[in-house]
């Protein structure tokens, strides 16, 4: 994965003359939608968690807390 990252900021990047790595629209297109899309995927990875969270936080506090034996501790 780090790979395609690395092409996606390769192809955003121009040279000297201003022209971009690949003068083909959609491979301009790729690294950008690249980008975005893998924000979008750690937004989306960030909400779940929260829904998650937000739906079993009542089950987690109805739970006794765990108990250790006391031959643990010692």
Do not use: H
Not at 14 to 38: E, I, N
């Amino acid at each position: 994965m780090p790979f395609l990252f690395k092409y996606a900021i390769d192809g955003l990047t121009t040279d000297a003359s201003g022209m971009t790595a690949v003068d083909v629209p959609l491979a301009q297109l790729l690294p950008a939608t690249l980008l975005v899309g893998y924000g979008a995927a750690r937004a989306g990875s960030a909400l779940c968690n929260e829904v998650r969270n937000a739906v079993f936080a009542k089950a987690r506090r109805a739970l006794p807390p765990a108990r250790l034996p006391a031959t643990a501790l010692s």
